[in-house]
């Protein structure tokens, strides 16, 4: 992993380590972090919670630098390093003195913040992510180095797994369950349907053992997938 890193980040580029090349490239882009892979190119902007966000929020940066990444990176994130905290008055709660704190925090509210990262997200096209501190931030540009990297992504794309009612279900339910991914087909149609045909209405169209040649099944688990839907006239 080799992930070009700002000049202005050298405390971010040293956290990675070897894994981080300071360029000027990054900059270009509207970010202080590039990733670069065959999906495309994901450009990563880090702000310090409170303070530097809501200067680059005042002085236009933050503006400037988030039309950056949605005009040239094919993905984008903008990361809070840190979490916002709040006074009773709905104010921004920051370290600065009283009067620095009124003359250039006070109007940043708990409803600003909402309305500057929802325009981070649905009118700027960035994601917005918070981590806890620089070290999360570079846990983060790792897990995502991997995440851009792999060409597979199952993990909101899993059925859930049938359930029986004493634990491990039986075949009239793992049945019953296939039916449920159906459109339209909740548990009592799944059970009428297989009260009335005795067993569920599908089968598979190739052999046990066409299905053990299919690479990763193994003839244990081919044997298991096939009890099944198993042809008609057979008895599992």
Same mark, same amino acid.
């Given at each position: 992993?080799?992930?070009?890193?700002?000049?202005?980040?050298?405390?971010?580029?040293?956290?990675?380590?070897?894994?981080?090349?300071?360029?000027?490239?990054?900059?270009?882009?509207?970010?202080?972090?590039?990733?670069?892979?065959?999906?495309?190119?994901?450009?990563?902007?880090?702000?310090?919670?409170?303070?530097?966000?809501?200067?680059?929020?005042?002085?236009?940066?933050?503006?400037?630098?988030?039309?950056?990444?949605?005009?040239?990176?094919?993905?984008?994130?903008?990361?809070?390093?840190?979490?916002?905290?709040?006074?009773?008055?709905?104010?921004?709660?920051?370290?600065?003195?009283?009067?620095?704190?009124?003359?250039?925090?006070?109007?940043?509210?708990?409803?600003?913040?909402?309305?500057?990262?929802?325009?981070?997200? *649905?009118? &700027?096209?960035?994601?917005?992510?918070? $981590?806890?501190? !620089?070290?999360?931030?570079?846990?983060? /540009?790792?897990?995502? %180095?991997?995440?851009?990297?792999?060409?597979?992504?199952?993990?909101?794309?899993? *059925?859930? &797994?049938?359930?029986?009612?004493?634990? $491990?279900?039986? !075949?009239?339910?793992?049945?019953?369950? /296939?039916?449920?991914? %159906?459109?339209?087909?909740?548990?009592?149609?799944?059970?009428?349907?297989?009260?009335?045909?005795?067993?569920?209405?599908?089968?598979? $169209?190739?052999?046990?053992?066409?299905?053990?040649?299919?690479?990763?099944?193994?003839?244990?688990?081919?044997?298991?997938?096939?009890?099944?839907?198993?042809?008609?006239?057979?008895?599992?």
């Amino acid at each position: 992993m080799r992930i070009p890193i700002s000049p202005t980040e050298r405390e971010l580029a040293k956290c990675l380590g070897e894994e981080g090349i300071v360029s000027s490239v990054p900059e270009e882009f509207g970010a202080d972090a590039l990733v670069v892979s065959a999906q495309g190119i994901l450009g990563i902007q880090r702000k310090e919670l409170p303070h530097d966000f809501l200067i680059s929020v005042q002085d236009g940066r933050l503006g400037k630098e988030t039309t950056l990444l949605r005009e040239k990176c094919d993905f984008a994130i903008v990361v809070g390093e840190g979490h916002f905290r709040y006074y009773p008055d709905g104010s921004v709660a920051t370290k600065a003195p009283r009067e620095v704190h009124n003359k250039v925090y006070r109007r940043f509210t708990r409803g600003s913040i909402q309305k500057i990262i929802m325009e981070i997200c *649905m009118v &700027k096209g960035c994601m917005y992510l918070e $981590t806890d501190d !620089i070290l999360d931030t570079v846990r983060l /540009i790792r897990t995502t %180095f991997e995440f851009m990297n792999s060409t597979i992504h199952v993990g909101l794309s899993r *059925m859930p &797994k049938t359930k029986g009612a004493w634990g $491990t279900p039986t !075949i009239p339910e793992l049945q019953m369950g /296939i039916l449920q991914a %159906f459109p339209g087909i909740g548990p009592g149609l799944a059970q009428a349907i297989y009260n009335h045909f005795g067993r569920t209405p599908l089968m598979w $169209t190739c052999t046990v053992d066409e299905l053990n040649n299919v690479p990763k099944i193994g003839a244990n688990r081919a044997w298991k997938l096939y009890q099944c839907l198993p042809p008609i006239g057979i008895n599992l």
